[in-house]
Each structure stands twice: as structure tokens, then as C-alpha cells.
T-cell receptor, first 111, second 116 residues
């Protein structure tokens, strides 16, 4: 069974804090993705990575950065959290096929 | 540029009734198309996908979708709704030119409510 795990299901942080969201996949997939999900807006791509140490900006990269030091792990970093980054964050991975496999999501609240 | 439009942000049906969730796409080349389902407080789970084989695609939980090139549509159907089908459904498209990265473009989602 394919598995994508995210480090936290729920997270509460304060404005200005540095926030790390971790995602791990056990399928040896090349490609990994970070999305945020907001009501009425669907899923919006923040960043994706197609190989170790390689990354590309998605549609809404502002205020975020990413790190991929190992193939199985893709981290999303909020350098200085703001209230408008309160959202559901979803990680996904895919191999050479097209099916994306998703983690359970992290619901982040920034106060 | 590719895009996906899901018609209707909320759909309500009675238990046992037909489920029809609409999805239209735009793509300059034949696309790969997907339907995902998201249950409350969970990630997305693949329901079915079209990758240029048969135009009628069967998925899990009794769902199916038909690719209609002339209408640029990929509507999701289920003959008889069950209470457990209540969830949010997302249609997505992948440009074959970028298929090696696995990037998808998602629609805005349709929330399905099933009434007893």
C-alpha cells in the first residue's frame, strides 16, 4: 500500500513564527507537491519537487519555501507565519505515472 | 493554458438517486483526467482516471466517468447514491507534455450532500 504521511494533523502557531511542515512518502517517488486548500478555491499548488534538491514554484509560492534533501522527504517552510496562511496543507507524491497520492493533510491555524 | 471547471460547488441528492457531478476541461492536447474524493478531515483519494484507453472509466465505490472529447467533459456518475458518498469531489487534468512531473490542475471542488 502506498503511503504519504504528514508530520502533524493539526497545528497552532503564532504570527511571526517559523513553521515546518514535513511530508514523507515510502514509494520511492520522484515528484512531490505541496498544496494549500481553502474553501471555494480548491487546491492551489505552492511548490513541487521533481528530484532531490530540485524545486519549482507553483501558483502561490509567496511566503513559503521548501526543502528536499532526501528523496522521500519534502518540507514546506513558512518563514514568518501570517494569519492569511491559516489553511489546510496537503502533500502529494507521484512516480513516473500521473496518479498523485495524498497525505492526510495538516490543518494550520495562525493566531 | 489548461483549466478545469466544475459546475456546481454544492450538489444535493436523495439516497438512492443518481449522482451527477460535472467537469469540463480545456487542453490543447489530449489530457489525462482524474476524479478524486475527499472525506472530512482527510486527504484526497483517487476515484478513477482516464489515460486515453476506454472512454468510459470505472472507479471505486460504484463511480464511473465518461470522457467526451467533443464536449470537453468528464462528468462523474453513480446510479444510486449512498449516505457514505457524502464528501467533496475534485476533477483534475494533467497535460501529457508535463506528465513526467505529474503536475495536475484541480477544479474548485463539488461538495456532495446525500439526504436520507
Amino acid at each position: 500500500d502506498v503511503k504519504v504521511t504528514q508530520s502533524s494533523r493539526y497545528l497552532v502557531k503564532r504570527t511571526g513564527e517559523k513553521v515546518f511542515l514535513e511530508c514523507v512518502q515510502d514509494m520511492d517517488h520522484e515528484n512531490m507537491f505541496w498544496y494549500r486548500q481553502d474553501p471555494g478555491l480548491g487546491l492551489r499548488l505552492i511548490y513541487f519537487s521533481y528530484d532531490v534538491k530540485m524545486k519549482e514554484k507553483g501558483d502561490i509560492p509567496e511566503g513559503y519555501s521548501v526543502s528536499r534533501e532526501k528523496k522521500e522527504r519534502f518540507s514546506l517552510i513558512l518563514e514568518s507565519a501570517s494569519t492569511n496562511q491559516t489553511s489546510m496543507y496537503l502533500c502529494a507524491s507521484t512516480g513516473r505515472g500521473e496518479t498523485q497520492y495524498f497525505g492526510p493533510g495538516t490543518r494550520l491555524l495562525v493566531l | 493554458a489548461q483549466s478545469v471547471t466544475q459546475l456546481g460547488s454544492h450538489v444535493s441528492v436523495s439516497e438512492g438517486a443518481l449522482v451527477l457531478l460535472r467537469c469540463n476541461y480545456s487542453s490543447s492536447v489530449p489530457p489525462y483526467l482524474f476524479w478524486y474524493v475527499q472525506y472530512p478531515n482527510q486527504g484526497l483519494q483517487l476515484l478513477l482516471k482516464y489515460t486515453s484507453a476506454a472512454t468510459l472509466v470505472k472507479g471505486i465505490n460504484g463511480f464511473e466517468a465518461e470522457f467526451k472529447k467533443s464536449e470537453t467533459s468528464f462528468h462523474l456518475t453513480k446510479p444510486s447514491a449512498h449516505m457514505s458518498d457524502a464528501a467533496e469531489y475534485f476533477c483534475a487534468v494533467s497535460d501529457r507534455r508535463s506528465s513526467n512531473t505529474g503536475k495536475l490542475i484541480f477544479g474548485q471542488g463539488t461538495t456532495l450532500q446525500v439526504k436520507p
